[in-house]
């Protein structure tokens, strides 16, 4: 496990050889088995493998070919729609539309997510998450017919790798463990922690073919833009809105 975990690539290349249903059932048995909040288990893992649905998914991930590629795509959801209609079953008022049940769930159906990702490496497969499921999580809502207290969180491409790409670089230890209380950086800190990154290859060919001053630049006006953020972050919260969990009251 330990070298799994070390040893780890993000695949954007796929084959177009199929998971054996046995190996597939035992990665998602390993979501299942994930830890989660008071083991109510508020989250769901939609599988896809139609190549239409796959054809809609793709247009909301931006194109990215992987999703077709691949020959399974799992979408992890924040779900208290379940839950809510088994304590209305029992005479039990559910008190989960509010943005407390929204976080718990996100975070049970990403601890899934990580476990589903590490059980299908096991097996020799390879997986990528899709941050752009926040991007466009109304429309995935309608493509995988997701009804109220039901949001898409994460989605994973399963399959095996038509690439080996070299092991993605790393910030350094001390970038990432506090002991005991936490630690804020100097700016001495902070040259030290990014030095080997902004002195790497990837950073200076980034740098030179977009024409920005550093390597950080890349993320503030090409990556991930103020402007950006705002207009995701506005469809997210109209999505958790509309799937009736920004009840504050």
């Not at 809502?141 to 491409?157: Q, R, S, W």
């Not at 399963?158 to 001390?174: C, H």
Request: with cysteine.
């Amino acid at each position: 496990m330990l070298s799994t975990l070390f040893n780890h690539r993000s695949i954007r290349k796929y084959k177009s050889n199929p998971i054996d249903e046995s190996v597939l059932d035992e990665i998602l048995q390993a979501g299942i088995r994930a830890s989660n909040t008071g083991n109510m288990q508020v989250y769901s893992i939609i599988v896809t493998k139609n190549p239409e649905i796959k054809e809609k998914l793709w247009e909301q991930h931006f194109k990215q070919d992987m999703v077709k590629q691949a020959p399974v795509v799992l979408t992890f959801c924040a779900d208290f729609n379940r839950f809510n209609k088994w304590c209305e079953l029992r005479n039990a008022k559910p008190g989960y539309d509010n943005f407390l049940s929204f976080y718990t769930a996100t975070v049970d159906a990403v601890i899934a997510a990580q476990n589903v990702a590490l059980a299908a490496e096991v097996h020799g497969l390879g997986i990528c998450y899709l941050g752009t499921t926040n991007y466009t999580a109304d429309k995935i809502c309608e493509i995988l017919n997701l009804p109220e207290g039901v949001v898409p969180v994460t989605t994973l491409v399963v399959g095996y790798a038509d690439e080996n790409p070299d092991l993605t670089s790393r910030l350094p230890e001390s970038a990432i463990i506090h002991n005991e209380t936490y630690h804020d950086f100097s700016n001495e800190d902070i040259n030290e922690i990014y030095k080997e990154l902004e002195n790497s290859e990837l950073a200076n060919n980034l740098v030179t073919e977009n024409g920005t001053e550093n390597f950080a630049q890349i993320f503030t006006q090409k990556r991930y833009t103020r402007s950006n953020n705002i207009h995701f972050s506005n469809v997210l919260l109209n999505v958790i809105k509309k799937q009736k969990f920004m009840n504050n009251e």
